[in-house]
């Protein structure tokens, strides 16, 4: 069986997709795309033999379409999923679920009532070798208790309409989301940090960097940099502190460089670059299951209803600078395991 897929939002990660889907993944193919560009829209369906489409919920319930993937802008993606959800269609969103709570409850509540799970959510850092390495120190116990994680998101730049909440939903969403995998557990509290120096590189807009601080159901304590306008690469980095013993991330380049200039490793400049083997996987993933008639797995639905709530405790930190707290409603039986 193969796999026909319509694929929504031909920006810069949607055709990122589109190339994965042509040249890495099997059993799949993207059979119709879709974007209010309708320029865009034609030139890429000839490129690739596929349908165009300007209407996405039209796309969703055409014949041509077994599975719908989604890389449209956040405020988009609720009518994209319902519509999804009605046709019956397994649904693979890019993050952010929803740009808000309130939406994501929305899309938790339609997907109980359908009875099963219908949608992976984007979070590839789940699917990566190195994540799941720490992952697996973690449970194995050979770190002893965990007591503190510190925590990197670095890009080289980001552009003009780049606000400074975004720092919080764009760039923190993947530390709430792997905090929450590495360890089992909700985060209960946040708070942003604002330092008094900012990069001369940050637009007027926005503090860069900033400092948020997590804590979790057991008390760990997590710093998070979001250094946004480093200007030297896409640097992610991640430690995890225990009483017995300490793990992080390594660079996960497969050469490094030795010369008069010493010892160099490239970096990564772009998250596509520096998950590539994630993003690999996690669609690949997505396929398999719709191929084998399985409900969906890996990150849900309320993974990304839990991280919205945390996003909006952090939003209010960064208006006052408190520490708030995140308050989870009871999660439904639909999504524990």
Same mark, same amino acid.
């Not at 740009?99 to 789940?126: N, Y």
């Not at 400074?164 to 939903?169: F, G, P, T, V």
């Not at 008069?260 to 396929?287: K, P, W």
């Given at each position: 069986?193969?796999?026909?897929?319509?694929?929504?939002?031909?920006?810069?990660?949607?055709?990122?997709?589109?190339?994965?889907?042509?040249?890495?993944?099997?059993?799949?193919?993207?059979?119709?795309?879709?974007?209010?560009?309708?320029?865009?829209?034609?030139?890429? #369906? +000839?490129?690739?033999?596929?349908?165009?489409? *300007?209407?996405?919920? !039209?796309? &969703?319930? /055409?014949?041509? =379409? $077994?599975?719908?993937?989604?890389?449209?802008?956040?405020?988009?993606?609720?009518?994209?999923?319902?519509?999804?959800?009605?046709?019956?269609?397994?649904?693979?969103?890019?993050?952010?679920?929803?740009?808000?709570?309130?939406?994501?409850?929305?899309?938790?509540?339609?997907?109980?009532?359908?009875?099963?799970?219908?949608?992976?959510?984007?979070?590839?850092?789940?699917?990566?070798?190195?994540?799941?390495?720490?992952?697996?120190?973690?449970?194995?116990?050979?770190?002893?208790?965990?007591?503190?994680?510190?925590?990197?998101?670095?890009?080289?730049?980001?552009?003009?309409?780049?606000?400074?909440?975004?720092?919080?939903?764009?760039? #923190? +969403?993947?530390?709430?989301?792997?905090?929450? *995998?590495?360890?089992? !557990?909700? &985060?209960? /509290?946040?708070? =942003? $940090?604002?330092?008094?120096?900012?990069?001369?590189?940050?637009?007027?807009?926005?503090?860069?960097?900033?400092?948020?601080?997590?804590?979790?159901?057991?008390?760990?304590?997590?710093?998070?940099?979001?250094?946004?306008?480093?200007?030297?690469?896409?640097?992610?980095?991640?430690?995890?502190?225990?009483?017995?013993?300490?793990?992080?991330?390594?660079?996960?380049?497969?050469?490094?460089?030795?010369?008069?200039?010493?010892?160099?490793?490239?970096?990564?400049?772009?998250?596509?670059?520096?998950?590539?083997?994630?993003?690999?996987?996690?669609?690949?993933?997505?396929?398999?299951?719709?191929?084998?008639?399985?409900?969906?797995?890996?990150?849900?639905?309320?993974?990304?209803?839990?991280?919205?709530?945390?996003?909006?405790?952090?939003?209010?930190?960064?208006? $006052?600078?408190?520490?708030?707290?995140?308050?989870?409603?009871?999660?439904?039986?639909?999504?524990?395991?």
């Amino acid at each position: 069986m193969t796999v026909k897929i319509g694929l929504i939002g031909l920006g810069m990660i949607g055709r990122d997709h589109l190339k994965r889907f042509h040249n890495v993944i099997s059993g799949a193919q993207v059979t119709a795309v879709c974007d209010i560009n309708r320029e865009a829209t034609d030139a890429v #369906a +000839t490129e690739y033999g596929a349908s165009a489409f *300007y209407d996405a919920v !039209e796309m &969703i319930n /055409s014949e041509l =379409v $077994d599975a719908v993937f989604i890389c449209t802008i956040g405020p988009a993606h609720k009518t994209q999923i319902l519509a999804a959800f009605t046709a019956g269609k397994p649904v693979f969103c890019e993050k952010p679920l929803t740009p808000t709570a309130d939406e994501s409850k929305e899309i938790i509540d339609a997907e109980v009532k359908a009875g099963k799970r219908l949608l992976q959510l984007g979070f590839m850092r789940r699917f990566d070798p190195g994540y799941q390495a720490l992952k697996q120190s973690i449970d194995g116990g050979e770190l002893g208790d965990i007591l503190l994680i510190h925590c990197a998101h670095r890009n080289p730049s980001v552009p003009d309409s780049y606000t400074l909440e975004m720092a919080i939903n764009d760039s #923190a +969403t993947h530390e709430i989301d792997i905090i929450r *995998y590495l360890l089992n !557990e909700n &985060i209960t /509290s946040v708070r =942003v $940090d604002k330092p008094l120096k900012k990069t001369s590189r940050a637009l007027i807009h926005l503090q860069d960097p900033l400092i948020v601080i997590f804590e979790t159901e057991s008390g760990v304590r997590i710093d998070d940099e979001l250094f946004v306008n480093c200007h030297y690469g896409y640097d992610i980095r991640c430690e995890v502190i225990g009483e017995n013993a300490i793990v992080a991330l390594t660079e996960q380049q497969l050469v490094s460089k030795r010369s008069l200039n010493g010892n160099a490793q490239h970096i990564s400049q772009s998250c596509m670059e520096r998950f590539t083997t994630a993003y690999d996987r996690e669609v690949q993933h997505f396929i398999d299951s719709v191929r084998g008639g399985l409900e969906m797995s890996g990150p849900s639905s309320w993974d990304g209803y839990v991280v919205a709530l945390v996003c909006d405790a952090g939003l209010a930190s960064l208006k $006052d600078g408190k520490k708030h707290d995140v308050l989870l409603p009871q999660q439904p039986a639909l999504y524990r395991f």
